[in-house]
């Protein structure tokens, strides 16, 4: 691995006066030692990176950096200015600056070397090094941590600099004698050796997770040093993403989210005490956003309890696996990243196909296309329109699929090859069967692909050339010549079986998806069968047989929630005064569809919630089947009932689960109840425990 910085790229007498200037000045050394190709193109993207947001920090700093496909290894050029120059810092124009290059496809060592970096500009010690400095090749050793800086450390040894290598992802802990070590009064240590520290997780990240994400994390955690409480922070920056185990999550009293890219996995941090900022303010003003966080939590100021759906709304690559999953485990996920990006593609161009139904009748599906016959006034003109756009949705269904699947599995470099693949499956009539292989294959060829070492020169163009170019070959010529045939026969003799079931064999394929639809409640399971049930209703003509199929999931996914809804209308002694409140809600989720309303209820009785979901699913699948209901729309709940063959009788199989799961919930409930009556107590609010008629029990009951 080359040098980051060598005496060729230091100018201590940078002559510019304005950061373009600047930054051209510096790019121009790097031009000249071959670590970029494109001046004019490299300092596109740099002044692209500056438009997002300044890079000027408080200190006389002022750091431009980006990702370039010209770069063709990580690279730093440094200048100081007698000048200054204008970075846009709250305190004024630098005169360290510092031209950070990263290729588009840098490796982790190296980001890992600059985020290093990043961290200890926050220091005092080695800016001041930086500027009283003389000579090119002392900053240059200065920067990469080959020579001390000439300071001394608190405790009176020198400070030297250290390497710039992988750093924790936090301090250590705050024990209490630490914080006796400290100069404070004698009161002020007893109180620090008897009591429990404040503890605060935080999350860092920038747009290009190179300088931003580690200084603000830096600075965080000397203000909690200063501020004697322990903070631990996870960055989430471009030298990787590791997450802060649960346990530590859930030991924290506050969070401080300071970044300016959605932070992955949010959801993990709900129901805590929160500070929500852009990542200078983690810079700038670390101890103001502690004393924030610290204030919100005394007054007892919490963000909302995470949603159900905020899991699908991570970033795939983070549900794509954990160090020792299994392969089980990991493909699951990775069919489920696929799944979750078809699904808002098929709500939409569903719904859009199902108002076009309504609007002009099933046979607007035989119109003329809409660019070349469209008339404001005409009713069958929109709903042509309508038909036309939501077909259009639907052409992108394979491809996502296999396309996200891909991107699981090997991130974006997975992306060009799965949607190829998964065009292809369409093309050859191989349907949702074909996007699966379609997606796996490609996450595979790319996995492999990346395994290979590759000279430096050459890893810029990998991501962006040379893995897409590979790959794309591979599952194209796999797709089209080895295995596609053989997955577009498969799909079709499976679809000649649906259209073939009839009588005991339907009813029974109801009872089995409707089981699924409730069994995990939008998990795993839940999005296979509607998967599947989707997959049949997207064709250009469903059968009779798949809407059929598509009715009795969606009606067996709308019984959980409703259930719970009646049964705490019904018997709300049975429920605590939160499940009474989400029952409320869940009269609307049910109704349009959304089988995560029942969540809130199956995580705090499971052995008794699922089950009864699941029995009354069951009986909704089967007799949906039973009254040979159809529906054309992949979504809408009651709302798109007239688009629903035998509404009426689909209404009652509705109704019929519903009650059957809210009967059963109530019974297993009761029994609990009397089997334990001695666990009845006074509620807070008034009411009985669920021991005894409602609210919370002084001695949980086991499940």
């Known amino acids: 691995m080359s040098e980051l910085i060598t005496a060729d790229l230091v100018d201590l007498d940078l002559a510019a006066d304005t ?22 193109g ?15 920090l408080d200190g006389g700093i002022g750091i431009p950096h980006c990702r370039s496909e010209h770069v063709t290894e990580p690279t730093l050029a440094f200048g100081r200015s007698a000048a200054r120059i204008d970075f846009g810092a709250p305190d004024g124009p630098a005169d360290l600056v510092f031209l950070i290059a990263a ?47 000439p300071s001394a450390a608190a405790d009176g040894t020198e400070a030297g600099a250290e390497p710039l290598a992988p750093e924790p992802l936090a301090p250590e802990p705050l024990a209490p004698e630490s914080a006796a070590a400290e100069p404070a009064e004698a009161a002020d240590v007893a109180e620090a050796a008897t009591s429990v520290p404040f503890r605060i997780v935080a999350v860092t990240s920038c747009p290009t997770g190179i300088a931003h994400t580690y200084m603000a994390a830096e600075s965080l955690e000397n203000a909690a040093r200063e501020a004697r409480v322990e903070l631990v922070v996870e960055t989430q920056g471009s030298a990787g993403f590791d997450k802060l185990p649960p346990a530590t999550i859930a030991a924290a009293d506050a969070v401080i989210f300071a970044h300016d890219v959605e932070v992955r996995e949010k959801a993990r941090f709900a129901g805590k005490p929160t500070v929500d900022v852009g990542v200078k303010a983690g810079i700038n003003r670390p101890a103001e956003l502690i004393a924030e966080v610290r204030q919100k939590a005394a007054r007892g100021e919490i963000s909302a309890p995470a949603a159900a759906a905020d899991a699908d709304r991570s970033a795939p690559m983070d549900r794509a696996g ?87 599995m090997a991130d974006r470099p997975g992306l060009v090859p799965g949607f190829v693949g998964g065009y292809i499956a369409t093309t050859i009539k191989a349907g949702f069967l074909g996007g699966l292989v379609a997606g796996l294959i490609a996450g595979a060829i790319v996995m492999g692909i990346q395994r290979f070492k590759v000279p430096a020169s050459l890893r810029g163009i ?6 897409p170019l590979i790959s794309s070959a591979i599952v194209g010529f796999l797709m089209f010549v080895v295995i596609g045939k053989p997955i577009a026969s498969a799909q079709e003799a499976m679809t000649d079986w649906l259209n073939g079931l009839s009588g005991t064999n339907a009813i029974m394929l109801g009872v089995l998806l409707g089981l699924m639809m409730c069994f995990d409640l939008g998990g795993p399971v839940n999005k296979v069968a509607y998967a599947f049930a989707t997959g049949g209703i997207t064709v250009a003509n469903p059968s009779d047989g798949s809407l059929k199929i598509m009715a009795a999931v969606m009606a067996a996914g709308m019984v959980p929630p409703l259930a719970m809804a009646l049964a705490t209308t019904v018997r709300g002694r049975l429920f605590t005064k939160t499940e009474r409140e989400n029952g409320k809600a869940a009269w609307v989720l049910g109704a349009s569809f959304i089988s995560e309303g029942a969540i809130p209820f199956a995580a705090a009785d499971p052995l008794r919630v699922i089950p009864s979901s699941m029995v009354g699913g069951a009986v909704t699948g089967a007799l949906s089947m039973t009254f040979d209901c159809t529906l054309r729309a992949p979504h809408g709940g ?35 109840k009397a089997a334990r009556p001695e666990t009845a107590a006074p509620a807070a609010d008034g009411e009985t425990a669920p021991g005894g008629a409602g609210g919370e029990a002084k001695v949980p009951a086991t499940v």
């Open 19 to 40: 950061k373009e200037a600047a930054a051209r000045s510096l790019a121009e050394r790097m031009v000249a030692a071959g670590r970029v190709t494109d001046l004019d």
């Open 42 to 56: 490299f300092l596109a993207d740099v002044a692209a990176r500056e438009a997002q947001m300044p890079t000027g």
């Open 103 to 149: 290729p588009a496809g840098a490796d982790s060592d190296h980001l890992t070397i600059l985020s290093g970096l990043a961290r200890r500009l926050m220091s005092a010690e080695f800016t001041g090094a930086l500027r009283s400095a003389d000579d090119p090749r002392r900053v240059a050793a200065l920067i990469r941590g080959d020579q001390p800086e």
């Open 322 to 408: 954990e160090p020792g999953d299994r392969f089980g485990t990991r493909l699951r996920k990775w069919l489920m990243t696929g799944v979750s990006y078809m699904v808002p593609f098929v709500a939409a161009g569903g719904l859009l196909i199902a108002l076009a139904f309504a609007i002009g009748g099933y046979e607007i599906a035989s119109a003329k296309s809409v660019a070349d016959h469209f008339i404001w006034t005409e009713k069958d003109s929109w709903a042509a329109l309508l038909f036309q756009i939501g077909v259009a949705a639907f052409t992108f269904l394979v491809p996502v699929l296999a396309g996200f699947i891909a991107y699981g």
């Open 462 to 467: 990998m991501p962006v050339v040379v893995i």
């Open 638 to 672: 009651i709302f798109v009932v007239p688009l629903i063959g035998q509404p009426f009788l689909y209404l009652l199989a509705i109704v019929a689960g519903t009650a059957v799961s809210a009967g059963l919930v109530i019974f297993l409930k009761g029994m609990r």
